[in-house]
């Protein structure tokens, strides 16, 4: 079975800092997708970054960039110069090129202090 | 335009009462999906439609009803809910069946008294 594992349900960094916030993975396949979805408090989930396994080279989108070892079925992502905004649940997600369906992870909830 | 429309934002509805919500795209995506997502949880999957067809649903009670009455449109129809079925119940849709990122919704926060 396929699953996905952030072991850090809870992080609070002060603004300006740089926060990684981990995820692992699980699977014996070889193609598949990676993706960290950002849901404020109160408000829209969206897609942070998204990784293709084929890759070798991070992605990467603004202030969000990601570590992704695919030897180690690690895919972290770090955000730098953090912002209140970015105050938010995260969540870490996953899918293969053969999937009907995204496996998410329990999420963590990020706070952003000032 | 990587936006999905969802309404109504918020729901109240008694156990007896038949109600709907609607969620809208117009990015020609050719996938659409349900989810319900519990406070502080990850979004669970309850059904996926892929080019207007009914491709997948997680074993969902029939008390909820989906309807995809065209490619840029999905609806949910409720009837006799409980009220553990209150959550947020979030639309999104992807350009493809599989292998592309989905965009979701707002969502709308549903409360079953």
């Known amino acids: 079975a396929q699953t996905v594992t952030q072991s850090q349900p809870e992080m609070s960094v002060q603004e300006a800092e740089t926060v990684t916030l981990s995820c692992t993975y699980d699977?014996?396949?070889?193609?598949?997708?990676l993706f960290w979805y950002k849901q404020p408090p109160s408000r829209q989930m969206i897609l942070v970054i998204r990784?293709?396994?084929?890759?070798?080279q991070n992605a990467t989108e603004n202030r969000f960039s990601v570590n992704f070892q695919k030897a180690a079925k690690s895919f972290s992502l770090k955000i730098s110069d953090s912002q209140l905004g970015d105050t938010a649940m995260y969540f870490c997600?996953?899918?293969?090129?053969?999937?009907?369906?995204?496996?998410f992870g329990k999420g963590t909830r990020l706070h952003i202090l000032p | 335009d990587t936006e999905v429309t969802q309404t109504p934002k918020h729901l109240v509805m008694g156990m007896t009462n038949k109600k709907s919500l609607k969620c809208e795209q117009h990015?020609?995506?050719?996938?659409m999906y349900w989810y319900k997502q519990k406070a502080k949880k990850p979004p669970e999957l309850m059904f996926v439609?892929?080019?207007?067809?009914?491709?997948i649903n997680e074993s969902v009670p029939s008390r909820f009803s989906p309807e995809c009455p065209n490619s840029s449109l999905l609806n949910l129809h409720l009837h006799a809910l409980q009220p553990e079925d209150s959550a947020l119940y979030l639309c999104?849709?992807?350009?493809?069946?599989?292998?592309?990122?989905?965009?979701f919704g707002p969502g709308t926060r549903l409360t079953v008294t």
């Open positions: 999104a849709s992807s350009q493809g069946f599989r292998a592309y990122e989905q965009y």
């Open positions: 699977t014996s396949e070889n193609n598949y997708y």
């Open positions: 990784q293709e396994a084929y890759k070798q």
């Open positions: 997600a996953f899918m293969t090129s053969r999937d009907d369906k995204i496996i």
């Open positions: 990015m020609g995506h050719r996938a």
């Open positions: 439609y892929s080019y207007e067809k009914l491709s």
